[in-house]
């Protein structure tokens, strides 16, 4: 298979996995749909901690997830799955195509990243019951992937000198990955807020509200994915500055892409002290987290636009 | 940081009794809580932004200055303000000093408060320990002491260091004289304050760098070189403590530098290889070599290192007067312009006497004359072409005042005309054009390449990577280890069941276990502590069959 051809076929690919998922999304709002609002008992977990009797309450059977309808639920999780296989494959022979590792622009950046988000979040489904927030984290990967086909495409094509280096393997790979765990986290901590100001109205019996985790539930995996992604942020930023050490002679120069990934760094940074502040928890920390991803998505997308800096070839 | 340190300490004084030294008590805890450390990360986020929209002089001179013409209203302003060296204002650096102390000031203390708690071992078992976040009773088969070194090994297996404790605070007929006090998860803290520890150690880095640093560049055209001193530098920026003698003393001359671009494709036009072959004489008096240096592959001597920053094209021009005497032959650097190596430069040819002759010019690697004037199609050399334009009168080279050696002051100078308009001419390689009234002829013999060549030493990197690297160790057990106390009480089931006849003599004894457990720094996810406390029960079920 020579590039041309892998190129024609990775770009064949991503639309395909575009399709797929479009037919995940869909099945995902059946399920919304024609299944009845499930009524949680909010936070059942907590009564356990605070000296409640454990007999009482705490074991009733779960409420069931295994309603008819979930049928909905389970071509839509199948078909996510066979998505995200399918835009792999489309990354693998981008790569092939360009003869390097696939994140080497803007679009790269993208579907590698969609792509990593779509397995973290198939991987934290085995640990935690994320099929009924699912419809959210296919929505934004189409819109992203979409984004990624329509403004941000360029054809595959071997790199400029200045990122030919096995620092853009690591520093980006970094970045990408950290990238797709804040974005998984963004998207629970929005859900969390959703959740969180339905509970103290006291009325989560909406078919989008009931079909939610509790807004406990919501923020600890809010907190983990981030926990997840703030050392590999870290690592990127790291890994940056020494390869800008050796590429541009000083570890450090307040470039915007630099001055952005170390603001979305500090107010992660602030997001993690937060959580363990009084009077800060909960819905403030997630409101820092949130605007902690403002900061990245302007740092990917503004930056790039916006200013002209030593990151300017990331290509739009 | 110390959210609950500051939380113990007493309220502060109201005003009036308030002295300087409990001001500052107060100034100090403030600055030193969670509440003002988190006001000034949000500060210092903040407070980097305009260095991103601001054009920085130290990166980015030229556009710094492009700036402040295009925003004329704005500049006074952000003079006064330090727009254009944020990252070295005093309100900036007041804001990350702010922030470094008040780390120092809650790190500090907590490295003692876990030396401490690294040395104590965990309290006995309170006296209900139904009231854990988490607890469950295991009834198994065995004795109490039995039970007790059971679930010490359980805990011991699962990482936990376990006291036996005189178990002084159960109610009666709950427990036994002696009962595990259990704790694991140090690391979390100790990664915690390593974290801490190296942020300050990457800010000594910097500081380091900013006194003992220094950058230097050096436009080299092709074929020349230059030897490493400040005085052959175009710019230099150093550090408060930087010692020109410390600069190591080589010498280095560009005999080639090659541009390469991809010719077709999607890509086209943009740079595939920018490679200089160079000779180096470490030293005086020091054999040369050759060696190259390339885009991320710099030359490192002694610690310095040469990189290649921006390139572009040197005409070969040669004026001659009306005698066809020589009176200008140079290689002249062009300013590239555009993607495609349009480049700007000019010629100046002092004539004592004689009023001097400027000549302003146009280059372009594959140049054509479209009508929007001359265009470059292409940065790689296929079809070089030199525009010019030219002025006679006064260049003001006489007057003591540096000059731009890219431009030409023309208030005292007149264009030269040829058939009523501005003179002109578009040069290719071996081409000459005669100049009007009779001053001579200007000639493209060849074209050469130039380089800008940074030569820096980043003092303290060494310092900056080993901090950087310790805060990443330092995060990880931070955030993914669990701080978690338990707690086992054994007692025997005959004894609360004394009255009972299913324990029958010389059976088996059977012993309730209680396990109860807590997370030192709350998670809210009381489940992952209710599983470690299941396995254990197992653990010991399991220890004892």
């Keep these: 298979m020579n590039a041309d051809t892998a190129a024609y076929l990775s770009n064949v690919l991503v639309d395909a996995a575009m399709v797929v998922w479009a037919v995940a999304l869909a099945a995902f709002a059946a399920d919304l749909a024609f299944a009845s609002p499930v009524r949680h008992e909010v936070s059942r977990r907590v009564p356990v901690g605070v000296g409640a009797p454990a007999e009482s309450d705490a074991h009733e059977p779960a409420p069931s997830t295994d309603r008819p309808a979930s049928r909905w639920l389970g071509v839509g999780m199948g078909t996510l799955v066979l998505g995200t296989v399918v835009l792999g494959a489309g990354v693998l022979l981008r790569g092939i195509a360009a003869g390097r590792v696939p994140w080497g622009n803007m679009y790269e950046f993208a579907i590698t990243g969609s792509f990593l988000v779509a397995v973290a979040f198939l991987l934290l489904g085995r640990r935690y019951d994320l099929k009924t927030f699912a419809i959210w984290v296919t929505g934004v990967l189409l819109l992203t992937v979409g984004l990624a086909v329509t403004v941000l495409y360029i054809p595959a094509a071997p790199l400029v000198p200045a990122l030919r280096s096995p620092w853009l393997v690591i520093h980006v790979a970094a970045a990408t990955l950290a990238a797709a765990f804040f974005t998984l986290s963004m998207i629970a901590t929005t859900l969390y807020l959703v959740r969180d100001t339905a509970e103290r109205r006291g009325s989560t019996d909406g078919r989008l509200l009931s079909r939610l985790p509790d807004s406990a539930t919501l923020d600890r995996i809010a907190y983990r994915v981030t926990a997840f992604g703030f050392p590999i942020w870290t690592f990127a930023v790291v890994a940056g500055a020494i390869w800008a050490e050796y590429a541009w002679g000083r570890y450090w120069g307040w470039d915007p892409k630099e001055t952005w990934s170390l603001i979305t760094w500090i107010v992660y940074a602030a997001y993690l002290h937060a959580r363990t502040t009084t009077g800060w928890r909960g819905r403030k920390a997630a409101i820092i987290s949130l605007v902690a991803y403002a900061t990245l998505l302007f740092n990917f997308f503004g930056v790039n636009i916006a200013f002209v800096g030593l990151h300017s070839y990331g290509g739009v | 940081m110390t959210d609950t340190l500051t939380r113990r300490q007493p309220p502060a004084p109201q005003p009036p009794a308030m002295s300087p030294l409990e001001a500052g008590r107060w100034a100090w805890r403030q600055l030193t809580s969670m509440r003002v450390a988190l006001f000034l990360l949000f500060l210092l986020a903040v407070a980097a932004v305009p260095g991103s929209i601001v054009p920085q002089r130290e990166a980015n001179p030229l556009a710094a200055v492009d700036w402040a013409e295009r925003n004329p209203a704005l500049t006074p302003w952000a003079e006064r303000l330090g727009l254009f060296d944020v990252y070295s204002t005093p309100w900036f650096s007041a804001i990350y000093l702010l922030l ?427 489940g992952a502590l209710d599983d470690e406390l299941a396995a254990l029960a197992a653990a010991i079920e399991k220890e004892l069959t």
């Design chain 2, 100 to 526: 470094m102390i008040s780390l120092v000031g809650c790190i500090i203390p907590r490295i003692g408060t876990h030396w401490r708690a690294l040395r104590t071992r965990p309290p006995a078992p309170p006296s209900l320990l139904t009231r854990m976040p988490g607890h469950r009773d295991a009834t198994v088969q065995g004795a109490p002491a039995e039970v007790l070194a059971a679930a010490e090994q359980a805990l011991r297996a699962r990482r936990f260091r376990v006291h036996r404790v005189a178990d002084t605070r159960a109610r009666p007929g709950t427990g036994s004289a002696t009962a595990l006090a259990a704790e694991r998860g140090y690391l979390k803290e100790t990664g915690n304050l390593l974290f801490h520890l190296s942020l300050v150690l990457i800010l000594v880095a910097v500081a380091l760098g900013s006194l003992y640093g220094y950058r230097g560049s050096v436009l080299v055209v092709e074929g020349s070189g230059f030897a490493n001193s400040p005085i052959q530098y175009d710019g230099l920026t150093a550090g408060a403590r930087f010692d020109a003698r410390d600069l190591p003393p080589f010498a280095l001359t560009v005999d080639h530098f090659v541009m390469e671009f991809e010719p077709d494709g999607p890509t086209m036009g943009s740079p595939s290889n920018f490679e200089a072959t160079v000779t180096l004489e470490p030293y005086p008096g020091a054999a040369p070599e050759q060696r190259t240096v390339r885009v991320n592959a710099p030359l490192s001597i002694d610690g310095t290192l040469v990189h290649l920053l921006n390139p572009g094209y040197a005409p070969l021009v040669t004026v001659r007067d009306a005698d066809g005497e020589v009176v200008y032959r140079q290689a002249v650097p062009f300013l590239p312009q555009d993607p495609m190596f349009t480049s700007t430069g000019v010629v100046k040819v002092p004539r004592g006497d004689e009023p001097d002759i400027g000549i302003q010019g146009i280059f372009l690697p594959t140049g054509i004359i479209g009508p929007n004037g001359p265009e470059s199609l292409f940065p790689g050399l296929g079809n070089p072409v030199l525009v010019i334009t030219a002025w006679q009168g006064d260049l003001g080279l006489d007057d003591g005042v540096t000059q731009s050696v890219y431009r030409i002051d023309t208030t005292d100078m007149t264009q030269l005309q040829a058939d009523g308009e501005p003179f002109r001419a578009a040069l290719g390689v071996g081409d000459s054009a005669q100049l009007p009234d009779g001053l001579g002829t200007v000639s493209l013999d060849a074209v050469s390449t130039w380089v800008n060549l940074q030569v820096s030493r980043n003092a303290g990197k060494e310092v900056a990577l080993a901090g950087a690297a310790l805060a990443v160790i330092g995060l990880m057990p931070t955030l993914f280890v669990r701080r978690r106390r338990v707690w086992v009480r054994v007692r025997s089931a005959s004894t609360s069941g004394a009255a009972s006849p299913t324990t029958p003599a010389g059976a088996s004894p059977v012993t309730v276990a209680t396990i109860a457990g807590l997370d030192r720094v709350a998670s809210g996810d009381t």
